[in-house]
């Protein structure tokens, strides 16, 4: 909770006194903050491991080129985070049967078939890559963005320390046995679905506002999936701050490994991925849980 | 209020540095900033880029450096970082350069999302870069400015020039295949209408997926058809899968073209010479009497890189080198001087001489390049071509 | 309709089939006994493709040669893979938990370092060699000597694996290990050396798919991401570590893909490769197979 405050000052210090590469790197992370944190909504939670939140990025992305240049930026991205958020209610049912593995994995492909479609259409609708004029100044971009991570931050303590949250950790422990003792499993797995696509979706548009050219290619990199999963992992999924953590952390180590080690920073990163997991199990966020405690 | 302000006391940073610089020791080396994707889903096609940047520093530095209107030669370092093949990135390394890096020169990333991207950020900043490896109708659509764009194989005009070019070669039919990414589907589209004009028949008209891994059923369809020509608008992974599975099917079409793939050096090694005769998009070559130049830029990156460059790529990228070179060596660093140099300056490349109107080069013409014997050939338009184009004799 | 009838698209069918069914066998060998998600897969196909033309190229030794040797050479990584860091993740319960998802982001990591040393070790330009590519004609089909010889290799390193299974002892024990793997051990079968050798020989396939790979299409440090991809959509519709179901999905998917291609347009080909595999998912998460094929 503190963390959010001093994060939402922060970013608010920033487009005042900011070099314009600061706002840059802070957009970055606050970017990733929002993603890991909104995904954490479903997948730390319930334990359904999404590989696939590219595809409200993009679909957030795609509403938000559609829209660009007839309704205001701002309306076009709440259009964005609503477009993700139906497309989760619409596909939430059947996805969510599937547990395990097997979801993991129907994630990535959906993501993946959303994109090879929207490919389709575009390339039906004659249109090449489309490029945006007129985008607004990166300091109000840089607003949005870090009210997006705090906006998540938020959510993501609500529905932790809520009873809805409690649901959602029955499932993860347990879930027939939960649905046993009469936890409505599937409208719960169903709303955090719901409420995990829909700031990815506002993010994504955002990200496009920032980079003023949309290709359905880069709008749904499998890439991006696979970030929020290693910063949420590395940051720990037991508390709040843990996306936070992993997220900063994350965004500032290759933010300083590349501008240092520009031939070895990636390889430098894989390492550090491994090390990770394999000696900080509880992610950063146990790590700093530790350190506290024994402090 | 606060922008103002901060671009003025930017601006004035910027002239005490140059002022400082220029009072410097003329050992102190000029910077100029890249980002290239070193990683990702571009990052096959950056050494194509990425060498000739390496290639005209040694040879600049071989000359005692970079050369100022006062006649003094400063060495050239290069700072460039990886952008994962990421336009966000992309936006966010060059505010670095510019404004942590303080670099005195920048010079271009891969591709066209890279390319339009950047155009805002280097209006914000006012610093002029010549771009190299974008194509697109779109940037027309940039408002000129900071930006200029070398290429000349932009889709539209290449559309009708290749019409022009099968109807001069009496082709009276095509199949066309084309993959689903940008520059592709844009060429496809003007392609089609040109064609029409031109009178010649479109037998097949297909578009595929990128990650497509079998071409089998779409080229027994072509067969079928036999078409006098066949275009494929190929990016390089799927070029490779055409030009073998064409070559297993026994397509017979004497026009067999590629739209990007066939310059790649490893393109011809894989495919030795069962792709001689195929027509790709390129208006450069090193054999061109009329560009002297090219040969030697050819042979140093034959020595240097052990593999052919890449006619496309390649080329445009150390022409936009040049370009900015001989802009420095007339008006020095200052961004706006250099603004209005390459914007109103003639210069002489290894593809001839380009002048800008807008962002666009107006005068190099858009060309076709054919493998013959395994070399590439500038064979369209007549004005430069090294050698005539010649049917394609099977596989 | 006499197209769809000919030998020519079912040649290419088998030949892409059986490239997937290869390379979707060494991954299932890694999940089936080690519960790995393993997505440094293709990264693998990539080092056996550079073996191959570094080989040729090099010291003008044939890629039929090189199978073996990338078979060792990608078996050794996987030995060091398997002893450096899974023996003591699998050791520790608190990871081994979680085991899905942390060597999720352990094979991200080892996924990220491959593809970067070779693109530091070899540069990212794209490679190729030429190799048997005289085209044979049989009975209307022509064929290229060497996807005829992929074809052949992979078919049957396939279908060796498949009669090693079913007949060897080793086959026995690796196929209770996937079953009962708590009752596999009281037994008597090693399960670490189970493991390990199964994760060698799963390795080693998909360094054999490098090779073929190789013979005909262009050779770059991230070329391997699509195969791990195609392998996931493979063992997904066969069912997880389900041996033999996943090779006969493999051919599956590439008759599909070759004949679907042919009804619709190629333009679908995608969209039917993940609507395929999302529906499957959706409808019978357990794999098609499963009940039809026992391995």
Redesign the interface.
Known sequence: MILGVALAVFGAAVP?FG???L???VF?VAMWIALAQSWSMLSATTGY?S?GHAVFYGVGAYVCVLLTGTIPFELALLAAAAAAALFAALVGM??L??????F???T???S??VR??V??IE?AL?S??R?I?D?P?TEVLLWWMVGLAVLATLGAYAIRHSRFGAGLAAIREDEVAAETVGVPVTRLKLLAFIASAAIPGAVGGL?LL????F?P??AF???IS?TI??MA??GGTETVRGPILGAVGFALLSELL??SL??????V??????A???FV?RGLSGLVGRIGRAG | MKRPTRLASAALATAIALTAAGAAIAQDPITIGYSIARTGIYAAAAPSQENPYKLWQTQVNAEGGLELPDGVRRPVEFVSYDDQSNPANTVRIYEKLITQDEVDLLAAPWGTPMHLALAPVLQRFKMPMVGNTAASVQLRNVAPGYIWFPTSAIPDTMGAELAKMMQAEGVQSVALLANELPYSQEFRSFLIPALEEAGIEVMVDESYPPDIKDMTSMLVEVRDAAPDAVVAMTYPSDAFLFAGQAKELGIEAPFVMSLIGPTIDAYRKANGTAVNGVVSSAHWSPEAVDWPKGQAFFDAYVEAFGEEPDALDSALAYMSLEILQQAVAEVGLDPEALREEIASGTFDTINGEVRFDGVQNVVTPTGFVQIQDGKIELVWPEAVKTADYAPKQGW | MDTLLSGQLLFAALVSGSLYALVALGLNLVYGTLRLLNIAHGDLVMIGAYTAFWAISLLAIPPVVSLVIAAALCALLGWAVYAGLFRRMLARPDLAKRVEANSLILFYGISVILQNLAALAFTSTSRGYQYLDTVITWQCVSMTGNRLLSLGVAAAVCFGTLLFLRFHLFGWSLRAVIQRREAAQVVGVNLNRVQMLTICAGFAVAGVAGVLVSMTEQITPFMGFPFTIVAFVVIIIGGLGNIGAGVLAGFCLGLVETYGIALTSPGYRSILIYGLFVGVLLLRPEGIFTKAVRS
């Open positions: 005042a070099s314009p590469y706002m840059g790197v970055q491991l590989l059947p996805v049967r599937v547990r395990g593995p097997y993991v994995i129907l990535y492909g959906l993946e078939l090879h479609v490919m389709r390339s004659g090449f890559g490029m004029f985008v100044a990200a920032r980079t003023s050219y290709e290619a880069q990199d499998p890439v696979f999963v290693t992992l590395v590349w501008s520009p031939q070895l920073y990636m390889i990163l894989g390492v550090t991925l491994i990770f997991i394999l199990p």
